[in-house]
């Protein structure tokens, strides 16, 4: 079975930090880019950062840039999202998602995770 499955979700006050897991199976991430969304309340889904595949290139969302930071260990078949300095703003569902080789837009990438509840509340 192709599955992506997130973990590592919570609740964080203001300034915390939380690392958010997506782990692959019934397939290799090797030569697949990995993206993470979230959306929150009353919004629409947004894209949070990209790792390509090969290349290693990353981007990021001009919102977290600086505070998270995405990885992953191929040998464990596993992405990371780093949170930092964690805002009340960044209160959303967090998904993971993978598509071959290149970052793209949402509506191309093939597998998607269940997603992963973030709350930054005091």
């Known amino acids: 079975q192709v599955q992506l499955v997130e973990s590592g979700g919570g609740l964080v006050q203001p300034g915390g930090s939380l690392r958010l897991s997506c782990v692959a199976s019934?397939?290799?991430?090797?030569?697949?880019?990995i993206a993470w969304f979230r959306q929150a309340p009353g919004k629409e889904r947004e894209g949070v950062t990209c790792?390509?595949?090969?290349?290693?290139?990353?981007n990021y969302a001009d919102s977290v840039k600086g505070r998270f930071t995405i990885s992953r260990d191929n040998a464990k078949n596993t992405a990371y999202l780093q949170m930092n300095s964690l805002k009340p703003e960044d209160t959303a569902v967090y998904y993971c998602?993978?598509?071959?080789?290149?970052?793209?837009?949402?509506?191309?990438?093939?597998?998607w995770g269940q997603g992963t509840q973030v709350t930054v509340s005091s």
């Open positions: 998602a993978a598509e071959p080789f290149e970052c793209t837009e949402e509506y191309e990438y093939n597998y």
């Open positions: 019934g397939f290799t991430l090797d030569y697949y880019a």
């Open positions: 790792m390509s595949s090969v290349e290693g290139l990353t």
